[in-house]
C-alpha cells in the first residue's frame, strides 16, 4: 500500500523522506521501475522537489544503498563483544558466528536495499561514489591489504561499502593475531566468511533454501555460521 501523502515537509527532511520513500517503494516495485516522479506523488510534493537534493533517479539509489551499507555496519558492530571497559573480546570466533547470523537477519529483513547493495542493480547504475561502484570482493580484498599493514582506519575516510566490510575483515584479523584462527591468507579468510553468509543470504531471499525447516534463518543461519567457525579455528592437536 502507498504510505500516507504528506501535507508539507520542512526543507531539512526533505531528503531523508526521500530515502524513506524509495526504501518503502521498492518493496512493491523492481528497481528499475521505481521513479522520482512516483516518490514525489507519494510524500505529497511537487516531482521537481527532488531535484534539489538528487540529480537524478541514480543518485537517490546511491544513496539509498549508502544508507543500507551504514545499517549493515551498526548491525554487525553491535555483534562486537566488549566488556565493561569496552575492550574487545579475547573470541573472536564467537563473534565471528554472531556477525555472519546477523549479516544473514540483515538481508532477510530489508531484501530490497540488500539486493540493490549488493545484487544485479549493481551492474546497471554508475553508483558514487567510485569505490561504491566496485565489486564488493574486490573491495573487501583491498581492504584487507590495507589493514594488515596498518594499525588501523579513521572510520570516516572509508565510503559505507567499507565500513561495513571492515567490520569482518577486523575479526578475521584480530583472530591471527591472537592466534585462534588459522594462519591463512586474509583475504582468502575474509572471502570465504563474506561467500558464505552472502549465499544463504541470497538463497533465503529467493526463497530457495528450505522452506519446510521451522524457524529457517535461525536454523540455517546458526548451522551455515558454524561450519565457518569450525573452518577457521586453528585445532588443539594441529601442530601436535
Not at 523492481?30 to 540529480?55: C, W
Not at 566488549?82 to 532477510?108: M, R, T
Not at 567457525?229 to 586453528?234: L, Q, Y
Amino acid at each position: 500500500m502507498p504510505s500516507q501523502l504528506k501535507k508539507s515537509y520542512h526543507h531539512h527532511d526533505l531528503r531523508r523522506s526521500l530515502i524513506d520513500e524509495a526504501i518503502s517503494l521498492m518493496q512493491e516495485v523492481e528497481i528499475n521501475q521505481l521513479s522520482l516522479r512516483e516518490i514525489s506523488r507519494r510524500i505529497g510534493v511537487s516531482r521537481k522537489v527532488p531535484y534539489r537534493h538528487f540529480a537524478d533517479k541514480e543518485e537517490l539509489l546511491t544513496a539509498v544503498a549508502e544508507e543500507g551499507f551504514l545499517l549493515l555496519r551498526d548491525t554487525l558492530e553491535a555483534k562486537i563483544h566488549k566488556g565493561s571497559d569496552n575492550h574487545l573480546s579475547d573470541n573472536p570466533l564467537k563473534e565471528l558466528q554472531d556477525i555472519g547470523v546477523a549479516y544473514i537477519q540483515f538481508a532477510l529483513e530489508h531484501p530490497s536495499q540488500y539486493r540493490l547493495m549488493f545484487g544485479k542493480y549493481r551492474k546497471t547504475l554508475t553508483l558514487q561514489p567510485p569505490d561504491l561502484a566496485k565489486a564488493p570482493g574486490e573491495v573487501l580484498a583491498m581492504l584487507v591489504d590495507a589493514a594488515v599493514q596498518q594499525e588501523g582506519f579513521d572510520k570516516v575516510s572509508l565510503n559505507a561499502q567499507a565500513q561495513a566490510l571492515m567490520v569482518l575483515i577486523n575479526v578475521v584479523i584480530r583472530g591471527q593475531q591472537i592466534g585462534v584462527f588459522r594462519e591463512d591468507d586474509p583475504k582468502q579468510l575474509a572471502l570465504a566468511a563474506w561467500s558464505l553468509v552472502h549465499g544463504l543470504s541470497m538463497l533465503l531471499i529467493d526463497g530457495m533454501a528450505f522452506e519446510n525447516i521451522p524457524q529457517p534463518v535461525t536454523f540455517l543461519s546458526t548451522i551455515i555460521t558454524q561450519f565457518l567457525v569450525d573452518g577457521f579455528a586453528i585445532r588443539k592437536n594441529a601442530h601436535s
